[in-house]
């Protein structure tokens, strides 16, 4: 076998054999995420996110228009700081609101837009003022169970 | 009493046997590495070994990769949809593949693929009496003709289990994200959020270049030990196909003890 052609062949598989490395370290572990179409960061802060997750869709209408890009902890006001990266080609009014959803019963969480009013739209820096935590279920079951018991109280007077 | 003395010696006589093989594994192994100078330093002979142990087991790692991850997604999205958590799919292929299956079953295809070359190769080098031959030409044939091969076989086995959890990933993208339909984002998302570069993809690494070391050494070891006769060589070869598939499957076992239990593992 030619000498230069087996080299070539080996300089492609150890290339190969790299990359798939590379691809397994940044896109499978996420070592470093990359962005590729035009978007703007718009901020939300959130009392509980529940079990939102860097890189969940975020959805209006059911259709997705952005994505997760941080999530952050404001040790001033005890809040969840999460940075949508929303893509350019979708505009909302600037009093629209975010509130935290569940895909499903136990499924994946997204953050919904719904679009307010304004005339302003949203721009690269802004913040989404009107904001829903995301529901927590314990919570949910420790309401249920005082208001049983409550209802119950009142029933045996 | 006379059998059960028979029976005991017998058995004392086996693992004499096997004590002595293993020792003189070992002697070979570390004379090996000793003498793997030559193998660095003229790299064109391990880069030939690199060619034929790695660039031609690509086609049926590649192949073989696409469809366990083809396969993963389509039983991962049957199970996982009745959860009503289908998004998940990504974790599981991506942890199954980086941690388990992309090392073994990588490392099985290459024992059988390049495994068995190899020993059939040196085995008939020494029946034919070319091992023998550079002896009496004072060339040293363990730095010579088995070093390359172990060093090229240990190089391209963690390439090549890196190749199979990629392309494993890239069947299970295509099925589960182009043909099924999960979101694409919480697909990729998820999986970042759950694969650890340290603990999954740096271990699944690990464990491809220890199964590498080991199917090398039994099958360089399996050639050169072969009876150099056409019935040895076939024998040897089976051996080192046999015996390196459970020596994958011990490690491991042994391995994943190691890295993924008692604490934060490695």
Redesign the interface.
């Known amino acids: ?1 030619n ?1 230069s052609i ?2 070539l ?2 300089g ?3 290339a ?3 990359l ?2 590379l ?3 940044l ?5 470093a ?1 990359f962005s590729t179409s035009q978007t703007y960061a718009v901020e939300v802060r959130f009392g509980n996110i529940g079990g939102l ?5 975020v959805k209006s209408a059911g259709v ?1 228009v952005g ?1 997760v890009a941080r999530i952050g902890f404001d040790s001033d006001s005890y809040k969840a700081v999460v940075t949508l990266n929303m893509d350019g080609a979708y505009r909302f009014p600037s009093d629209s609101s975010a509130k935290i959803l569940t ?6 969480q997204y953050i919904g837009i719904e679009a307010g009013g304004d005339s302003a739209m949203l721009k690269g820096g802004d913040r989404i003022r009107l904001a829903q935590d995301a529901v927590v279920l314990e919570n949910l079951i420790g309401q249920f169970m005082t208001s049983q018991a409550a209802n119950g109280k009142g029933a045996s007077k | 009493m006379q059998a059960l003395r028979a029976f005991i010696e017998s058995l004392g006589h086996r693992v004499n046997g096997m004590v002595l093989r293993l020792g003189f594994a070992s002697r070979f192994f570390f004379y090996m590495l000793l003498h793997s100078g030559t193998a660095m330093r003229r790299f ?1 002979l391990t ?2 070994e ?2 034929f142990a ?2 031609l087991s ?1 086609i049926i790692i590649l192949v073989s990769g696409t469809f366990v991850g083809m396969v993963l997604a389509l039983q991962g999205y049957e199970t996982l949809q009745r ?3 289908t ?2 799919l990504g974790i599981l292929l ?1 942890l199954s593949l ?1 941690r388990e299956l992309g090392p073994v079953v990588a490392g099985l295809l290459f024992a059988s693929r390049a495994g068995s070359a190899i020993t059939a190769e040196i085995g008939l080098m020494k029946a034919t009496e070319q091992i023998a031959a550079m002896e009496m030409m004072a060339v040293d044939p363990i730095a010579r003709v088995i070093a390359p091969r172990f060093w090229g076989g240990a190089i ?1 086995m ?3 289990a ?2 199979f ?3 494993g ?1 890239f069947g299970g993208y295509l099925i589960g994200v182009q043909l099924i339909g999960i ?1 694409e ?2 697909f ?6 759950a ?3 340290r603990k ?2 740096v271990n ?2 690990i464990k491809s270049v220890v199964f590498g070391i080991a199917v090398c050494w039994i099958a360089v070891f399996e050639g050169y030990d072969a009876p150099p006769t056409a019935e040895g060589v076939s024998g040897a070869t089976t051996r080192t196909v046999v015996t390196s598939s459970l020596a994958i499957l011990a490690l491991d076992f042994v391995l994943t003890a190691f890295m993924f239990t008692g604490g934060n593992g490695l």
């Open positions: 076998m000498r087996m080299d062949w080996v492609v598989f150890a190969a054999g790299l798939a490395l691809f397994l370290a896109k499978v572990g996420n070592l995420s997750k860097v890189r969940a869709p997705v994505r895909a499903g019963l136990l499924g994946e | 064109r880069l030939r690199i060619y790695g660039v690509l959860f009503g958590s998004e998940a991506a980086v391209s963690p390439l090549l890196a190749l959890s990629a392309a990933i979101d984002g919480a990729w998302s998820q999986m970042q959020a694969v650890d570069v999954d993809i699944g690494v």
